[in-house]
């Protein structure tokens, strides 16, 4: 007896396109939010062949220049252009972000469906666990880790990842707990079905859209915390550098050049923003009810009259 079909697949494709397609034509917030941020992704990735200058290379006797034809957003206080850094920049920001919140989905999401299925004292200690790293900031712990372990790119993303993974495992439980009750669950547990098969080919493809909204929501918490770090001096290191160290370089210009202050900014408040939109949108997105034919009218009651 077959367990599983190839149409399934297929099926929570469709349904996921057709959620994707009903929150496009709904919801104006995600269609901003996507446009703002695929503009962004663009630019980042073909930076390397459309970034005007080497990121790294100075001129010294153009320090702190103003717009021109020859350098559009200006230089900073090595006579580096700011367009190409930012552009660079954004590259390592976005990266480590994107990289920190998928790391952290994938082993929240394992770590909720297993804590809920299996129940009993692995649940218990799975979610006193994640109550304990809720308690406590996500900078504080990134703290200790890179005061532990050094600086770096690499320690950067697994500071973030081990802190990261508990809103995904608290909402993962709560969802598992309710697709458990419903009636394919109990079928594929009395078809022999083991508790991995259960939870790969049901409970997570169901799952999938409110944590893809819920990670669309984190995104910008990650950017900003990479930010922030990087603005302390423990997040990418020199030469390279990110929006946050930039911010950090900038701190004794930003008088004399206040845009090499508000550029890193405003590109990491739009790029969060943006990311935050598309979340809002799809948690905010709801299948149509289908109303009117399906609906059934009473029939209008009829008072006799007496004589």
Same mark, same amino acid.
């Given at each position: 007896m077959a367990l599983s079909s190839p149409a399934l697949p297929r099926q929570h494709a469709g349904r996921l396109v057709q959620g994707l397609r009903f929150a496009r034509g709904r919801h104006w917030t995600l269609r901003i939010g996507a446009v703002v941020f695929a503009?962004?992704?663009?630019?980042?990735?073909?930076?390397?062949?459309?970034?005007?200058?080497?990121?790294?290379?100075?001129?010294?006797?153009?320090?702190?220049?103003?717009?021109?034809?020859?350098?559009?957003?200006?230089?900073?206080?090595?006579?580096?252009? #700011? %367009?190409?850094?930012?552009?660079? !920049?954004?590259?390592?920001?976005?990266? /480590? +972000? &994107?990289? =920190?919140?998928?790391?952290?989905?994938?082993?929240?999401?394992?770590?909720?469906?297993?804590?809920?299925?299996?129940?009993?004292?692995?649940?218990?200690?799975?979610?006193?666990?994640?109550?304990?790293?809720?308690?406590?900031?996500?900078?504080?712990?990134? #703290? %200790?880790?890179?005061?532990?372990? !050094?600086?770096?790119?690499?320690?950067? /993303? +697994? &500071?973030? =990842?081990?802190?990261?993974?508990?809103?995904?495992?608290?909402?993962?439980?709560?969802?598992?707990?309710?697709?458990?009750?419903?009636?394919?669950?109990?079928?594929?547990?009395?078809?022999?079905?083991?508790?991995?098969?259960?939870?790969?080919?049901?409970?997570?493809?169901?799952?999938?859209?409110?944590?893809?909204?819920v990670g669309f929501l984190r995104f910008g918490h990650k950017l900003i915390t990479v930010g922030g770090l990087s603005f302390l001096g423990l997040g990418v290191q020199p030469p390279d550098s990110d929006w946050g160290a930039m911010l950090l370089a900038a701190q004794p210009y930003m008088e004399r050049m206040p845009m090499l202050v508000v550029l890193p900014g405003a590109a990491i408040f739009l790029t969060a923003l943006s990311v935050t939109m598309i979340g809002q949108g799809a948690d905010s997105a709801r299948p149509r009810r289908r109303t009117g034919s399906s609906q059934k009218t009473a029939p209008p009651t009829t008072r006799g009259t007496t004589s």
């Open positions: 503009a962004v992704l663009v630019v980042l990735l073909l930076t390397p062949w459309i970034a005007p200058y080497d990121p790294a290379a100075q001129d010294l006797n153009n320090r702190l220049a103003s717009f021109s034809s020859a350098h559009w957003l200006g230089t900073d206080q090595l006579g580096r252009d #700011l %367009l190409s850094r930012l552009m660079y !920049g954004g590259r390592f920001s976005v990266s /480590i +972000a &994107a990289i =920190t919140l998928l790391a952290s989905a994938v082993i929240g999401t394992l770590i909720g469906a297993v804590s809920a299925r299996r129940g009993g004292l692995l649940d218990e200690i799975l979610m006193r666990t994640v109550d304990l790293l809720i308690a406590v900031p996500d900078v504080i712990v990134a #703290l %200790l880790l890179i005061a532990v372990f !050094g600086t770096g790119y690499g320690t950067l /993303i +697994a &500071a973030l =990842t081990a802190v990261g993974w508990t809103p995904f495992a608290r909402l993962m439980r709560g969802l598992t707990l309710e697709i458990n009750a419903k009636g394919y669950i109990e079928a594929a547990e009395t078809l022999g079905c083991s508790k991995s098969f259960i939870i790969f080919r049901h409970v997570v493809p169901n799952a999938l859209r409110p944590m893809l909204a």
